[in-house]
Nanobody, 115 residues
Framework: VQLVESGGELVQPGGSLRLSCAAS????????MTWYRQAPGKERELVAG????????NYADSVKGRFTVSRDNVKNTVYLQMNSLKPEDTAVYYC?????????WGQGTQVTVSS
């Protein structure tokens, strides 16, 4: 299993970013996918999740209405569209999949929201 995140960068408050997570090594369309983030000095927290076929999503209260998770089961990629970014969204963002009771993580992508 391999997960590779991309798309993180420095952005001003109020800006937007789209993160991508390219997956390989498993049957992508059969598994739910999840985005987490970890800010400096804080624990890793769940940001958003999406079912295997994309028919249901869930979000942390702190990002509801601003972030949208989606997936492309042909491209084996999950996305996180982030709008109205705030400084408190600054963190390393990771995608995650649980395959056969084992959690797999990508290397993360840094998102910094600052003026």
């Amino acid at each position: 299993v391999q997960l590779v995140e991309s798309g993180g960068e420095l952005v001003q408050p109020g800006g937007s970013l789209r993160l991508s997570c390219a997956a390989s090594g498993f049957t992508f369309s059969s598994y739910a996918m999840t985005w987490y983030r970890q800010a400096p000095g804080k624990e890793r927290e769940l940001v958003a999740g999406i079912t295997s076929v994309g028919d249901s999503t869930n979000y942390a209260d702190s990002v509801k209405g601003r972030f949208t998770v989606s997936r492309d089961n042909v491209k084996n990629t999950v996305y996180l569209q982030m709008n109205s970014l705030k400084p408190e969204d600054t963190a390393v963002y990771y995608c995650n999949v649980q395959v056969q009771l084992y959690n797999y993580w990508g290397q993360g992508t840094q998102v910094t929201v600052s003026s």
